[in-house]
């Protein structure tokens, strides 16, 4: 089946540093791949879309210079959360999608990030 | 805006037994999909069960079947047989045929007691 690792799994950071957070795509290419945040027992909120070699499309509501997002090849999609803060405190999952037409998402682990 | 409404926050269950799930979405188009997902504390999404608009029979997949009314824009995931391993959050998800992005119900906590 397909699978989908995000790295790293949990991260502590100071506040005010960067974070990067990694999905990766291991046994397909995925043209598309959607960033979601989630806090502690509530729904998954899809943050942006990004396709392989273009600008990532965000949320309304989702800062674009706190929340980077790079796509650079089919197996490998990037959040780097700028500047964080406490409130930046959430666990971040991934998923991608093989290509248009294909209706399933296959889901990253997710990221617990914990700002101090 | 296509909107997912699951209306009930917990549900819990006798092993063994079968428990219902309820959603409903809004949407104004004709064509599209409708998914289960399931979270377990490990937090990674799992996919339950999909379901095409366009075809009127409703998924099975083992223990777990939908009961899809689309003119009640209603999709209802029936669990059998309820084992402890079914205990998650079950979220509903909704995804237009032309579109990229899955939307979200606001899960449903299932139970299940020994």
């Known amino acids: 089946g397909a699978v989908v690792s995000q790295h790293p799994s949990w991260v502590i950071c100071k506040s005010g540093t960067s974070v990067k957070i990694e999905c990766r795509s291991l046994?397909?290419?995925?043209?598309?791949m959607f960033w979601y945040r989630q806090f502690p027992k509530q729904s998954l909120m899809l943050m942006a879309t990004s396709n392989e070699g273009s600008k990532a499309t965000y949320e309304q509501g989702v800062e674009k210079d706190k929340f980077l997002i790079n796509h650079a090849s089919l197996t490998l999609s990037t959040l780097t959360v700028t500047s964080a803060h406490p409130e930046d405190s959430s666990f971040y999952i991934c998923?991608?999608?093989?290509?248009?037409?294909?209706?399933?998402?296959?889901f990253g682990p997710g990221t617990r990030l914990t700002v101090l | 805006a296509q909107t997912v409404t699951q209306s009930q926050p917990e549900m819990s269950v006798q092993e063994a037994e079968t428990v219902t799930l309820s959603c409903t979405y809004d949407t104004s188009e004709s064509d599209y999909y409708l998914f289960w997902y399931k979270q377990p504390p490990s937090r990674q999404m799992i996919l339950v069960i999909r379901q095409e608009a366009y075809k009127q029979q409703n998924a099975t997949e083992n223990r777990f079947s939908v009961n899809f009314q689309k003119a009640a824009k209603s999709f209802s995931l029936k669990i059998s047989d309820s084992q402890l391993g079914d205990a998650a959050m079950y979220f509903c998800a909704y995804r237009g045929s032309g579109g990229n992005k899955l939307v979200f119900g606001a899960g449903t906590i299932l139970r299940v007691k020994s």
């Open positions: 046994d397909f290419q995925a043209t598309t």
């Open positions: 998923s991608a999608r093989l290509g248009a037409g294909v209706d399933e998402q296959f």
